[in-house]
């Protein structure tokens, strides 16, 4: 009788294969011959569909790990491969989503699924549906329908099931609004407080959106010329002038929802006016003092991003101003916290190492206990029982 080990391997090569299999498919790099049927049942995956069609889910997750993001996935992944019946096929796609191949007739199940993930992972899930196929063999089709479909959430937001059918044609936009840009700046120098901002810059990109959708690429070109074009006539005789052209583009253009474009701008001027401010020494004091308050309270969920708009800066100002003001960076202050806080609960019995990764912000225990070892010298069980003596 095969090992529990072995069995666990077993396991972890079919999920691969599938894997391996199902993205050849739906790229459009497998032999559309009479075998597919056999080799789809030769992986206990369900040969026959009514209608096949493609569906693409991604969670909304917070963290900034790349590897973390992975792990979450194929969590997210494994759980469905539990929950899914009716001949419903999960893998995972060359770019780390969870992908569905299933009936059309049995479209409805989307919204539980979605439901369920959401409900057990605590995160939102985009869900991106391409068009049904008349065969198995075509599914490429509907897959390249349903990434454009969920690459659709940058209009319609995060947590939405999006079918391709549904989806507008996108408008050819015209000059750059110089007037409208215009209009933003005398309404930026009259704002009093980050809400008045905050309207300003909504009435500016539903000008932009008067006559329909724009081309992703293109809104976010127009974000950078805008951004770049206020700031120098805000801050030309400032010590700051220079970097946002050094560090926003790559922010913009990381963004994937317009209203998340929408409030990094409002959040950016309003960084601008907290510059601009009469006693800006002792107004970044204060920010920082700030900062490292919400660093302390919530290291477990603390990012740049959150920490930033609590205190109502960009994060690269944030970032910015951290450095210049404490010498190490937002992560590399971040860090040691959670370091400092693990060393005390470590120090308690009752957390195992993998609970007291998470009461400090890691997901991955393996990870955790690799950057613990590199700032202590010594891996978390190393570190319990050198204080334990």
């Not at 075509?138 to 454009?148: E, F, H, I, L, T």
């Not at 308690?348 to 998470?358: D, F, G, T």
Request: proline share 3%.
């Amino acid at each position: 009788m095969p090992s529990e080990g072995l069995l666990f391997k077993e396991d972890v090569i079919l999920s691969w294969m599938r894997d391996r299999f199902l993205q050849d498919l739906v790229q459009g790099r497998k032999d559309t011959g009479a075998d597919l049927k056999e080799n789809l049942s030769r992986l206990n995956l369900n040969p026959y569909y009514t209608y096949p069609a493609l569906a693409l889910l991604e969670p909304v997750s917070t963290s900034e790990d790349e590897h973390e993001k992975i792990l979450l996935i194929e969590r997210m992944r494994d759980y469905l491969q539990r929950q899914v019946t009716g001949g419903v096929v999960v893998f995972m796609d060359e770019q780390s989503r969870i992908g569905l191949l299933f009936s059309w007739v049995s479209k409805e199940f989307l919204e539980a699924i979605q439901n369920t993930l959401s409900q057990h992972f605590s995160l939102p899930v985009n869900i991106g549906v391409g068009k049904p196929c008349s065969h198995l063999y075509d599914v490429n089709q509907s897959y390249r329908q349903a990434a454009r479909a969920l690459h659709n959430k940058f209009y319609r937001g995060t947590g939405q099931i999006i079918y391709y059918s549904e989806l507008r044609r996108y408008v050819t936009f015209g000059e750059y609004p110089a007037e409208s840009e215009k209009e933003l700046l005398d309404a930026l120098r009259a704002a009093d407080s980050a809400a008045e901002i905050e309207e300003a810059v909504g009435v500016f990109y539903q000008g932009l959106l008067q006559d329909g959708p724009i081309d992703i690429k293109t809104m976010y070109e127009l974000t950078v010329r805008l951004l770049i074009a206020i700031e120098k006539k805000l801050l030309a005789n400032t010590e700051y002038a220079s970097a946002y052209e050094k560090f926003e583009i790559m922010s913009i253009v990381k963004m994937q929802t317009l209203q998340e474009i929408k409030t990094y701008v409002a959040h950016f001027f309003a960084g601008v006016r907290e510059v601009m401010a009469p006693d800006q020494k002792e107004s970044h004091r204060s920010i920082i003092k700030k900062t490292m308050h919400y660093m302390e309270q919530e290291c477990k969920s603390a990012s740049l991003q959150s920490v930033a708009q609590k205190v109502y800066m960009t994060p690269t100002y944030l970032s910015l101003l951290f450095k210049l003001n404490t010498g190490k960076t937002f992560i590399e202050h971040l860090t040691d916290i959670r370091i400092d806080k693990a060393k005390e609960l470590l120090k308690m019995a009752h957390y195992k190492n993998y609970e007291v990764a998470e009461q400090v912000g890691y997901q991955d225990p393996r990870y955790f206990s690799q950057i613990f070892k590199k700032k202590v010298g010594l891996s978390p069980s190393e570190y319990r029982e050198s204080v334990g003596k």
